[in-house]
Structures are given as C-alpha cells and as structure tokens.
C-alpha cells in the first residue's frame, strides 16, 4: 500500500508541487510584489485613488490559497511601511498606513485569507463560485476600508467618496479575476 500524495489545493501549488520553504517564499514574494504593481494602476479621483490593487489581491489570496496569500499582504504592508514605493502611486509612507486609505488597505489581509480559503476548497474551479469569492473578498475591503475613511470626510460623504465611483471598476476586477482562475486550472489540466 502506498501513500497517495493529496493534490495541491491552490493554483500556484499545482504549478509547482514540490512543497519547500524556498517555493513558499518565492510565492509570497511574487504575490506581494504583483499587489505592488497593480497599486500602480492608479488614478486619483478624492481622497481615495482607484487602483488595481484590489484586483491584485483578490488574484494573490485565489493564486496562492489561504495562508501565503495573507502573507503576501502582510510583506506588501510591511514594504510599504519601510519604505518601498509601492503604494499607490509609488507611496511609500507610514502616513498611508494612517491616511483616508488606511482602512482598505487593513482589509487586504482578511480579503485575501477568505479568497485564499474558498479557492481552496474550489470556489474558483468555476466562475460562477470564482464571482461569489472575489465579491466577497471585496465587501470585506470594504467592510474595513468606508468605516475608517469616515473618519477622514465623516459618514454622510463615505459613500459618495469612498463606495460609489469604485463599483464599476470593482465589477471589472471581479470578473477579470473570476474568469481567469477557472481558465488557469484549464490549461493546467491541458498540460499534465
């Protein structure tokens, strides 16, 4: 009798199998630095930018799964907080960390743990459930993100400020990340 190896539960995993310290912080890495680069897709229209940022998280936490998603956000943050242009914008500041941003950029984490967690568990197989994910993981940026910019423009602005102009681009970086995770395990499976 053998042991039969459980497959990876994670798109990157099942590109690269081999389970290693070195593969898992090559992953974290290449998750936090490609939020960085999406951060740069940026315009500003009030006192919150609109940026690809979102769209690189909810790709990081399906890409990566539960837990090294979450720690890419957690070395995006910490690039950031040491300095590295790699807010939106080229921001490297502590003062993001405290800015009208400040809270959306909290929900990132939990953003990507949840995506992370229901990729896992084949939410993005389909697009159907990939959609349901990726809108879940943006209500929670969401959920940290309106709360602490109405502390900066106060509650009867937040929605106008911080929600609205943001929901059409959402919409976009939903699908975008929902219709590729299903077509990413499509060609891998054309490839084994």
Known sequence: MYLQQKSPSFLAGAVWPQHSLL???????????????TA?????????PITG????????????GSRRGAASVLAYLAQGFAGLPVFAGG??????????????????LPAALVVGWLCE????RRVETA???MLLGNLI?????LPLLSRFVGW???????????????ILKVLLAAILMPSGWKLLQRFQ
């Open 91 to 108: 921001a490297a500041t502590t003062a993001v960390l405290a800015g009208p941003t400040a809270g959306y950029l909290l929900g990132f």
């Open 23 to 37: 593969r898992d912080v090559i992953f974290v890495l290449a998750g936090s630095w490609l939020i960085a680069l």
């Open 53 to 64: 940022q979102t769209f690189g998280v909810l790709l990081v936490g399906a890409l990566l």
């Open 131 to 133: 959609v349901i994910a």
């Open 141 to 145: 940026i969401y959920a940290f993100g």
């Open 156 to 170: 009867d602005q937040v929605l106008q400020l911080g929600l609205i102009p943001f929901i059409p681009g959402d």
């Open 121 to 124: 568990r084949g939410w993005d």
């Open 40 to 48: 740069q897709l940026s315009f500003t229209i009030g006192p919150v």
